[in-house]
């Protein structure tokens, strides 16, 4: 099965080796991983601020960078959503409507591509501590996935999966919207992670590393042994 990786943005400038821990669960799954370094943005920064015409530029690249390949996988649930449910609103009655709806059928997250696709749930890994999930809103709502990775998770030997209080809800990252409303956004990441620490869990775990990324500034601002991790790292550790 040939697997093309895309590495979003965030990931690949401060998060590299969830990258290259996905290619190694992915690779002892026996697939056949390709990366073409030409790709760049998907183009949801663009047109989540309005930008829709440098979007689609963005957009366009994509398609063509990504096509021919069995499954494109991505460690994000936030630019597979946006691949799947926007790239048909930019692309409307336009040429590329056949190569946009065929995109997101080959468009998977991580571990949704674990679950559906390969019908795997235990990878053999390994980590000891109480860990809790974080569903991302582009996770939960977009792609409405929920089961799959506390089902992967659950084979984790040695992690006690606990669920946090308000699980769902937003961890206030949104992208631009940390920026436009930071106070908002602040206070939304710190009930999150006071919803997280009252669990007792030593991690927490997400689909998203942007979401991570802003839970994890505000546990450091408190001061918190509460360590975050993306799936793919845990899935990755213990063998």
């Known amino acids: 099965m040939d697997v093309q990786l895309f590495i979003p943005c965030f990931v690949d400038q401060l998060y590299p080796q969830t990258a290259f821990n996905m290619i190694k669960v992915l690779e002892k799954l026996g697939c056949n991983i390709q990366y073409n370094t030409s790709q760049t943005c998907c183009g949801q920064p663009a047109f989540n601020a309005g930008f829709w015409d440098d979007a689609r530029d963005v957009c366009n690249k994509f398609i063509t960078d990504f096509s021919g390949a069995d499954y494109i996988v991505s460690p994000s649930a936030s630019c597979t959503g946006f691949v799947k449910n926007y790239y048909p609103r930019l692309f409307d009655n336009s040429s590329l409507h056949n190569e946009v709806k065929d995109t997101g059928k080959r468009m998977f997250e991580f571990s949704a591509f674990l679950t559906e696709i390969l019908k795997v749930e235990d ?117």
């Open 123 to 239: 990878l053999g890994a390994a980590l000891h501590g109480k860990a809790t999930y974080h569903d991302s809103c582009a996770a939960l709502r977009e792609l409405h996935i929920k089961s799959g990775p506390r089902r992967l998770l659950d084979h984790v030997k040695g992690l006690e999966l606990v669920e946090m209080n308000d699980v769902e809800t937003c961890c206030g990252f949104g992208g631009t919207f940390a920026v436009k409303f930071e106070t908002i956004s602040v206070a939304m990441g710190d009930q999150k992670v006071v919803n997280a620490k009252n669990t007792g869990a030593d991690f927490i775990i997400s689909t998203d590393l942007s979401c991570l990324m802003h839970i994890d500034g505000v546990i450091k601002s408190k001061g918190l042994s509460l360590q975050t991790m993306h799936i793919a790292d845990v899935l990755a550790s213990g063998w």
